[in-house]
Structure formats: structure tokens, C-alpha cells
């Protein structure tokens, strides 16, 4: 993998590896169409939550790149997540088989989209109730009542 790839996904600089992939994939598509990081730039479409990109990669990935499980994998956690099946793109990460890498960023995955539905919820719901909070989150009930903030509404 690239090095500068390698030390942007460590440090959690996202955008900044989207931007890269993207540049490797059109240098890529003048070389034969060999894209190798096309996992990587899907998976750091879906920690950034930018849903309509992820699903434009995987209708431009050629028929090689979504034979892939890892691929197929990322986008069934992407395809619920646009589908707002919240229980089930917790469950496709937690079913998603791949490198260490790759289960780094799809626990990067969970933990953001986990995040934004936290910050939902706080902005959506006046009252909810313990348990649905607790699908909606994946989290266990001990778990979702240290992670709220009372002044998280704002």
C-alpha cells in the first residue's frame, strides 16, 4: 500500500485518503483500469458519510472489483446504511471478514456512523425510549447511558 495512503488512514485523516484515491484511481484508469484500493476508497466514503459517492464507485467498479468479498462486503454495509437499516449495518460490520486494515476501517465505519446516529437522535427525539435507543446505537443499555450527554441537544 502507499505509504502516504498508510499514514493518512492511521491518523484518521479521511478526507485527505479520499482525495488520494481518487487521484490514484483516475492515474489508474489510464493504466488498464487496475485499481487497487478501490476497498479502501469506499470504506473512507462511508466513515465521511458521503453516501452518493460510495454508491457511484460501486456502479463504476468494474465486474473484478465487486467479485471481491471485501468489496461486497464495504457495500452491503454502505447499501443498509443508505437504506437506513441502522441493526443491519451493524450487523454487516460485524459479519465483515478482511484484512486487518480492513477491519480497522470498518470499525471506523461503525464508530462514525454510530456517532452521527448518537448526534440524531439528540437532535431528532425530545423523549426515546432506553431500548430503542439501544437498537438504533448497537450499544448496550450501561453503554448508551455513559455515552449521553444531557446538553448534547444543542
Not at 482525495?19 to 476508497?41: M, P, R, T, W
Not at 447499501?79 to 486494515?101: I, L, P, S
Not at 439528540?122 to 449521553?148: G, H, M, Y
Request: proline share 2%; hydrophobic share 50%.
Amino acid at each position: 500500500m502507499d505509504a502516504n495512503l498508510q499514514n493518512m488512514l492511521a491518523s484518521g485523516a479521511y478526507a485527505e485518503a479520499v482525495e488520494l484515491c481518487e487521484k490514484l484511481e483516475l492515474d489508474a484508469a489510464s493504466d488498464a483500469g487496475n485499481f487497487a484500493y478501490s476497498d479502501v476508497l469506499l470504506a473512507c466514503y462511508l466513515i465521511l458519510n458521503d453516501l452518493d459517492s460510495a454508491r457511484f464507485l460501486w456502479k463504476r467498479a468494474p465486474v473484478t472489483v465487486k467479485a471481491n468479498e471485501q468489496f461486497k462486503g464495504l457495500w452491503v454495509i454502505g447499501a443498509n446504511m443508505w437504506q437506513r437499516k441502522y441493526a443491519a449495518v451493524y450487523a454487516a460490520c460485524d459479519a465483515f471478514n478482511g484484512t486487518e486494515q480492513q477491519r480497522a476501517l470498518v470499525m471506523a465505519i461503525a464508530a462514525s456512523f454510530r456517532q452521527r446516529t448518537i448526534t440524531l437522535i439528540a437532535k431528532a427525539f425530545s423523549s426515546i425510549s432506553l431500548a430503542e435507543c439501544c437498537e438504533l446505537t448497537n450499544l448496550q443499555a450501561p453503554d448508551v447511558l455513559k455515552s449521553w450527554h444531557p446538553l448534547s441537544r444543542q
